[in-house]
């Protein structure tokens, strides 16, 4: 049941409000906000007392915070200008119809990303807290993040599997010829190198794979066709190495919180479009680039009624903006408390969708050139999936640079590997801060040298034959189905059950900005029905994972749906955690009285300064009785 609107927590009860507050006047004067009046009234208000509720709030640590707004800025900006714009948002849009895909993915950034971008920002921004901390607004969806930061986690460890590759790429770029230029002795009958026409070779063009394809599978991958059916391969040396690399940089930037990270942020955020412009530039010169785009921006209009393309505007969304993974609400708890947070999400989630723009015409533009090579339509070149676009396409067409190939190569596979950086920091940053959140007193450099090492111990295993196999596997039911349910129980903890009215008088208090309505009616009322609708589609139209054309067996799928399982249960699981440890330590044996505490806001929720803390709850207070607003 949603706490009454208006105060809750700690001053859900107008006795504990007259107790707290007697012997203050509250300024009757609209638009001011209510000062105590002696040092003991300011302990007075800090520290309540009354017969419900016989505890302080309890000081809070020091919490570092980003050294300037430039800085949180520029991390958002390149944790959501990730690798998903540059492989995920093209492949997405190839599988969904070029064009007809930006015709729902542009509606659901407007009226599902952004707004629940927004929120994310404004309710770790407001408390100070990581994802799993910020459930101190009701300690009964702890278990949210929990969940959160579990696929969190998982996802970390596959992006930076994906910067291994960048690694692993960037040194075979100082070789004299680009390896992947020409057929090598890892290469197919069917292979075909920049300098061969498809049909001199085969009658069926269709059978025709680029060298730098066959490269990246057999070379770079020495991918096992036949997936789990002989077991788990070993490990490829060169592959674990420059995954060691990718770690280490990590824990570099890492170690010293958002003021090292902050300053990454400069390189990671702005590097990325001078090389992708440059790509562009000369991608549009290539034969057959004008098809490639044509194809991009070509609506087929009988996609928008494939529910099935909205579903997949809604995931990658998701995945670009990093909605739902805690990020958000991590990146945002390191800021001032009265940072104008409305126009970052704007200027963030405005950023990500032209760049998603970005590279899709550049993707396709190169997409266009291989299918003139070989004589194929443009939805048939790519054969792999995302990371195949990233790693194929974008190779070949590096190689038909006429001019210093090796250069461009090196630039661009630098800034694939800075795009993978600048997400993998926030990323693992989310585990960072959870456990620093939940044990202050741990020094940060050591948690993430921990962190960083078993992120190392599990990427081991994107580095074997079937590592690829496991990456689809954990990116569907780590970083797709739970997440999904889990903004579900986000959603309904925040809007429903701390209740809307209290998050807007929240925001209106920090942002000192009324919120209006399209704001309302998404997190209300659209936002939670829209993804209940979709994860139910999801659910009900799943078919077998497929991997290329590699299907998932029953074991594998068993193993997906295990994790998938773990996370959503690890929200009824800190639930029935809470109640009892609520239950033990309140003086009334009742357990209806324990419920009842557990869904309200904890002791320590509200702003993290005890000034502001103070003003805020005075606020709260002269709203419910109906006087002025937040100055």
Known sequence: MPPT???????????????????????????????????????????????????????????????????????????????????????????????????????????????????????????????????????????????????????????????????????????????????????????????????????????????????????????DPEGFKNGLGYPDWHMAACLLTSWILIFVVQAWGVKSSGKAAYFTAFFPYIVLFTILIRGATLPGALKGVLFFITPRWEKLLDPGVWYAAVDQAFFSLSIGFGVVVMLSSYNGFRNNVYIDATIISLADTLTSLLAGFTTFAILGNLAEELGVEVQNVVKGGGTALAFVSFPDALARFRVAPQVFSVLFFLMMFTLGLGSAIPYTGVIITAICDQFPRLIKWQVTLGVCISGMLVGVLYTIPQGQYILTLLNHYAGGVPIFALMIFELVGVVWVYGLPRLLKDIEFMLHRKTGMYWKVCWGVFNPLFLIIVFIYSQATASPLKYGSYVFDDVATGIGIGIATMAILMVPLMFLIQLYQTHISNDSPSIINSLGKVFRPAYDWGPKDSILNQEYHLFLLSKENGLGKCT
């Open 5 to 223: 609107p208006g105060v809750g927590g700690p001053m859900d009860n107008k006795g504990t409000v007259n107790a707290a507050f007697d012997g203050l006047e509250l300024e009757e004067t609209l638009g001011k906000t209510v000062q105590p009046h002696t040092t003991q009234e300011r302990q007075d208000i800090d520290h309540p007392q009354s017969p419900n509720h016989d505890q302080s709030r309890p000081e809070r640590p020091e919490r570092e915070q980003w050294a300037n707004k430039r800085e949180f800025l520029l991390t958002c900006v390149s944790m959501a200008v990730g690798v998903g714009n540059v492989w995920r948002f093209p492949f997405v849009a190839l599988e969904n119809g070029g064009g007809a895909f930006l015709i729902p993915y542009i509606l659901v950034l407007i009226f599902i990303g952004k707004p629940l971008y927004y929120l994310e920002f404004c309710i770790g921004q407001f408390s100070s807290f990581g994802p799993v901390k910020v459930w101190q607004l009701s300690p009964a969806f702890k278990g949210v993040g929990c969940g959160q930061a579990f696929c969190t986690w998982i996802v970390a460890t596959y992006y930076v599997s994906l910067m291994a590759m960048c690694v692993y790429y960037l040194f075979a770029s100082f070789s004299s010829i680009l390896p992947w230029s020409s057929c090598g002795p890892w290469a197919s009958p069917y292979c075909v190198d920049i300098n061969s026409n498809s049909t001199l070779i085969l009658n069926d063009t269709a059978q025709a794979i680029t060298s730098s394809e066959e490269y990246f599978m057999n070379q770079v991958l020495k991918i």
